[in-house]
């Protein structure tokens, strides 16, 4: 028997604004307009939508779209706290709530000021979920994720013989599909020597290694499929969804196996949701807040077995040319950093056949990921 | 204008551990029922859910589990000492600290045995750091 959930929300409508560095708007400006070409999509009215879950950390709440939407009973305010995580666990609590009948049309908005606004690697510290951090490391002057990121990332590469070039490919490719799209702060191809020569930020992670700092907006709205059917767009049905937290989730320097991220408990789980198997995933939008990140999920996923990510990344094209071609945006790496939201909008584009020069032939089942707070992971399938 | 540093904005849970630190000592929280070591210090034993808690004093011997080193420092407080290296180690007690490594251009790699110092950066705050062992 199905699992309840199964395929019965679709995305509905979906929505960006540019991606730029330097928006010269307001945060909560930006999430409005995401919203409005969100809602727009799906062919419904601003007053239609009875649930919102913002981003847990960003410029807005409910109430903000209730006011300027004039909403008149909206019936569910949430927030999922799970960093870049975050967007991938509000689908699910969307897709919950629809079920139970909670609410009908559910709004996921991003709008962030990343580049102009405060810089991610200094608000860090205000989040609850990084007290521990915040207390304990960040005095020593271990202060941005990508300090802690590169501690994992030498765990993984002395223990299995990964290599900096292995996370050069990852760049190179993602890079390589930004330049496909209209809607990227990056449009130069990114040679492997490139990668090689940018400058170490944190040894092992390179410039290059890590993804952009920008300002833009992306929005997604969720409805029952039932309703979806009847509405402007092709609905892309949710197959399986699913978040997973790590062990010792507030310190990465505390966790047992620091080569494990929470996205291997969701993986299972999704995949048992939707009931396919890896070989059936067409397209994958990967949370790429740095190359390892990616490389690091590819196996807690999955797709190969943990430790052979540096083999696979190496033996597998990734790229259009390839069995299942990532991150076909250019995500956060080369595109722009929305959170996320840009990744399951660009899946939500695969789906429906309208991703442009990146466009996989017959992409027909996709998979989307979220990670965030140092090792949450949330996993989506979806199908058109 | 000098640069203030970043400061640990401890609480009645942590407070003993820091206290520790000014006094040369690291400290690790042990379960007042079952006797289970962590780190970092918090309210609840997860293996028994006991909230006893003592405090003991650590040997300061480990070894690398891994390490990074950072060539840009993200508040301005740090730049004046890039390229800081930092080490997460194993200690024998079976929990990890993570600390800055010194000592004139060593280069860790897992298993390397380190032993915890402690540095005194003003009258309010003394930090640990690792030596090669
Ligand atoms: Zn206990």
């Given at each position: 028997m199905p699992n309840i959930l199964f395929e019965k929300c679709a995305i509905s409508g979906i929505g960006e604004t540019a991606y730029v560095r330097g928006s010269g708007k307001s945060e909560t400006a930006l999430q409005m307009e995401a919203s409005l070409r969100a809602i727009a999509d799906a062919g419904l009215s601003p007053k239609d939508?009875?649930?919102?879950?913002?981003?847990?950390?960003?410029?807005?709440?409910?109430?903000?779209?209730?006011?300027?939407?004039?909403?008149?009973?909206?019936?569910?305010?949430?927030?999922?706290?799970?960093?870049?995580?975050?967007?991938?666990?509000?689908?699910?609590?969307?897709?919950?709530?629809?079920?139970?009948?909670?609410?009908?049309?559910?709004?996921?908005?991003?709008?962030?000021?990343?580049?102009?606004?405060?810089?991610?690697?200094?608000?860090?510290?205000?989040?609850?979920?990084?007290?521990?951090?915040?207390?304990?490391?960040?005095?020593?002057?271990?202060?941005?994720?990508?300090?802690?990121?590169?501690?994992?990332?030498?765990?993984?590469?002395?223990?299995?013989?990964?290599?900096?070039?292995?996370?050069?490919?990852?760049?190179?490719?993602?890079?390589?599909?930004?330049?496909?799209?209209?809607?990227?702060?990056?449009?130069?191809?990114?040679t492997l020597e490139q990668h090689q020569n940018s400058r170490m930020i944190s040894d092992p992670l390179r410039l290059f290694d890590c993804c952009l700092e920008s300002d833009g907006g992306a929005a997604i709205v969720i409805s029952s499929g039932e309703r979806a059917r009847d509405l402007k767009s092709k609905p892309v049905y949710i197959m399986g969804i699913a978040e997973g937290h790590p062990d010792s989730p507030s310190a990465i320097t505390q966790r047992p196996d620091m080569t494990t991220l929470g996205t291997a408990k969701a993986a299972p789980r999704a995949f048992g949701m939707a009931g396919v198997d890896h070989k059936d995933i067409d397209v994958a939008e990967i949370y790429d807040c740095f190359t390892y990140i990616v490389l690091c999920q590819l196996e807690d996923l999955g797709f190969c077995k943990k430790g052979e990510g540096g083999d696979f990344v190496a033996s597998t094209s990734l790229g259009l040319d390839g069995p299942m071609p990532i991150n076909t945006h250019g995500g956060l790496l080369s595109q722009a950093h929305i959170i996320g939201m840009n990744h399951i909008v660009e899946l939500a584009k695969q789906l429906r056949g309208e991703a442009g020069k990146a466009q996989v032939r017959d992409a027909k089942i996709g998979l989307v990921t979220g990670y965030g707070d140092m090792g949450d992971g949330g996993v989506a399938i979806m199908r058109a | 204008m000098e640069i203030e540093r970043i400061r640990p904005s401890l609480n009645e849970d942590t407070k003993p551990y820091w206290d520790g630190l000014k006094d040369g000592r690291l400290l690790f929280q042990k379960c007042g029922h079952c006797g289970t070591i962590r780190h970092y210090p918090r309210q609840v034993c997860s293996e028994c859910f006991s909230m006893n808690v003592e405090w003991i004093e650590a040997s300061g011997k480990g070894k690398v589990h891994t390490w990074a080193v950072s060539h840009h420092a993200f508040h301005p407080f740090f730049k004046r000492d890039l390229p800081m290296t930092f080490v997460t180690a194993d200690m024998d007690e079976?929990?990890?600290?993570?600390?800055?490594?010194?000592?004139?251009?060593?280069?860790?790699?897992?298993?390397?045995?380190?032993?915890?110092?402690?540095?005194?950066?003003?009258?309010?705050?003394?930090?640990p750091v690792f030596y090669p062992a």
């Amino acid at each position: 028997m199905p699992n309840i959930l199964f395929e019965k929300c679709a995305i509905s409508g979906i929505g960006e604004t540019a991606y730029v560095r330097g928006s010269g708007k307001s945060e909560t400006a930006l999430q409005m307009e995401a919203s409005l070409r969100a809602i727009a999509d799906a062919g419904l009215s601003p007053k239609d939508i009875d649930g919102v879950i913002p981003y847990a950390t960003g410029s807005a709440v409910a109430e903000d779209f209730i006011t300027n939407f004039g909403i008149a009973d909206l019936r569910l305010s949430a927030t999922t706290p799970l960093g870049g995580a975050g967007c991938i666990a509000a689908v699910q609590n969307a897709v919950g709530a629809i079920v139970a009948g909670i609410a009908n049309h559910v709004l996921i908005p991003i709008g962030r000021n990343g580049y102009s606004g405060a810089r991610i690697g200094s608000r860090v510290q205000q989040l609850p979920q990084f007290r521990t951090v915040g207390e304990f490391e960040m005095p020593l002057g271990q202060i941005a994720p990508v300090q802690l990121y590169a501690q994992m990332a030498r765990r993984h590469m002395e223990t299995f013989g990964t290599k900096s070039e292995h996370f050069g490919k990852i760049a190179v490719t993602i890079r390589e599909h930004a330049t496909m799209n209209e809607n990227t702060l990056m449009t130069e191809p990114l040679t492997l020597e490139q990668h090689q020569n940018s400058r170490m930020i944190s040894d092992p992670l390179r410039l290059f290694d890590c993804c952009l700092e920008s300002d833009g907006g992306a929005a997604i709205v969720i409805s029952s499929g039932e309703r979806a059917r009847d509405l402007k767009s092709k609905p892309v049905y949710i197959m399986g969804i699913a978040e997973g937290h790590p062990d010792s989730p507030s310190a990465i320097t505390q966790r047992p196996d620091m080569t494990t991220l929470g996205t291997a408990k969701a993986a299972p789980r999704a995949f048992g949701m939707a009931g396919v198997d890896h070989k059936d995933i067409d397209v994958a939008e990967i949370y790429d807040c740095f190359t390892y990140i990616v490389l690091c999920q590819l196996e807690d996923l999955g797709f190969c077995k943990k430790g052979e990510g540096g083999d696979f990344v190496a033996s597998t094209s990734l790229g259009l040319d390839g069995p299942m071609p990532i991150n076909t945006h250019g995500g956060l790496l080369s595109q722009a950093h929305i959170i996320g939201m840009n990744h399951i909008v660009e899946l939500a584009k695969q789906l429906r056949g309208e991703a442009g020069k990146a466009q996989v032939r017959d992409a027909k089942i996709g998979l989307v990921t979220g990670y965030g707070d140092m090792g949450d992971g949330g996993v989506a399938i979806m199908r058109a | 204008m000098e640069i203030e540093r970043i400061r640990p904005s401890l609480n009645e849970d942590t407070k003993p551990y820091w206290d520790g630190l000014k006094d040369g000592r690291l400290l690790f929280q042990k379960c007042g029922h079952c006797g289970t070591i962590r780190h970092y210090p918090r309210q609840v034993c997860s293996e028994c859910f006991s909230m006893n808690v003592e405090w003991i004093e650590a040997s300061g011997k480990g070894k690398v589990h891994t390490w990074a080193v950072s060539h840009h420092a993200f508040h301005p407080f740090f730049k004046r000492d890039l390229p800081m290296t930092f080490v997460t180690a194993d200690m024998d007690e079976g929990v990890r600290v993570c600390a800055r490594l010194r000592g004139d251009g060593v280069i860790p790699s897992i298993g390397m045995p380190v032993r915890v110092a402690f540095e005194r950066l003003d009258d309010d705050l003394t930090v640990p750091v690792f030596y090669p062992a």
